[in-house]
């Protein structure tokens, strides 16, 4: 969790929760940053100008800091405009940092602000004005990772060993993973990650089982989703960086080794890739859907041959896009 500084806290600040916030969507009204003459102010004789902020749509604003500022005077405009807020009965308020003005991170913790989230170039801070229990969105909580059952006609399937990692040097045989890249589709990520590591071209099928599990990679929980691909070719090409070895290697042979008996992860990965191809498994495929609240399409995976036999063929109401 993140350090209390030890300074001055607003009142009730020391009883917020400081577990997460999260960002919101943000409108498209932004506020001047022209001082009026109600809320000018002066330090060391120099006027004061207001931050630049949005509202959210949940009762908040989002101040965006994207030009450099004297740490003294964006302290004095914070307090100032804190102090408005709660008058107002504004509750949460998020100052968006990007890396180049980190020097203002301590004036922001010094008026109670504390880390929610940071990325590549920019470090959001939250703060609750009431002196209640803060109802921000905790960071995001899970990172998504792949999986790719991809077997051909010969009944072989692909599959990797890895140059890094907890199997560097073992010679054990795994099928090829990866991570879902920020915006990317599962279906499009399990294919990109076995043209990478193979380079091999598949085809995306259906997502065949997921597990969760917690306390992964810097502590978040994980989502891995286990996807069965069609080869469109078979020619392999590894990748230098990441894969010491791949191979095209008989299910049977996969099977026998020691690490699939004692991993039930990898035992069921291939167990439900078989009943797949094998038998009447049938997984989950997507359908493109929008929604009632923005014009963004995402997609919906579902088992669709067991929904057609319930309730007849799907009516998909989109137009290709």
């Known amino acids: 969790g993140t350090t209390t500084p030890a300074i001055p806290l607003p009142p009730g600040a020391g009883e917020r929760q400081r577990s997460g916030v999260g960002s919101r969507t943000m409108s498209a009204s932004i506020y001047s940053t022209k001082v009026d003459a109600e809320s000018a102010m002066t330090t060391n004789g120099r ?20 030009t450099p500022m004297d740490p003294q005077l964006f302290s004095a405009s914070l307090k100032s405009l804190l102090s408005k807020w709660r008058e107002q009965g504004i509750r949460g308020v998020w100052i968006k940092l990007p890396i180049s003005l980190a ?32 109802t921000l969105p905790v960071n995001a909580t899970h990172r998504v990772g792949v999986g790719a059952f991809v077997m051909n006609d010969k009944r072989e399937v692909l599959v990797v060993q890895e140059k890094s990692g907890v199997l560097k040097g073992l010679g054990i045989w795994k099928f090829p993973t990866g ?6 589709d599962i279906n499009i990520g399990v294919v990109r990650e076995v043209k990478e590591e193979t380079g091999v071209d598949a085809e995306f099928v259906e997502v065949l089982a ?6 992964a990679y810097f502590e978040k929980s994980d989502l891995f989703f ?8 078979f020619d392999i090409t590894k990748q230098e960086s990441e894969i010491e070895d791949a191979q095209w ?23 439900v890739g078989l009943a797949k191809a094998d038998k009447e498994y049938t997984g989950f495929s997507p359908i493109s859907i929008k929604s009632a609240f923005s014009p963004k399409q995402s997609l919906f995976y579902m088992n669709r041959r067991d929904l057609e036999k319930a309730s007849g063929p799907i009516i998909n109401t989109q137009k290709d896009s």
């Open 210 to 215: 997921f597990r969760q599990s917690h306390k």
């Open 249 to 271: 290697m008989p299910v049977e042979e996969f099977a026998a080794q020691p690490f699939v008996q004692q991993h039930e992860l990898v035992k069921y990965i291939l167990e």
């Open 47 to 66: 006027d004061v100008e207001l931050l630049p902020f949005v509202n959210d749509k949940h009762g908040g604003v989002i101040i965006e800091m994207t």
């Open 103 to 134: 020097n203002l991170i301590q004036s922001a913790v010094e008026e109670g602000f504390w880390y929610h989230h940071a990325e590549e170039t920019y470090l959001m801070l939250a703060y609750w004005l009431p002196n209640t229990p803060h």
């Open 226 to 233: 286990v996807c069965i691909l069609r080869p469109l070719s």
């Open 179 to 184: 991570v879902v890249e920020p915006g990317e």
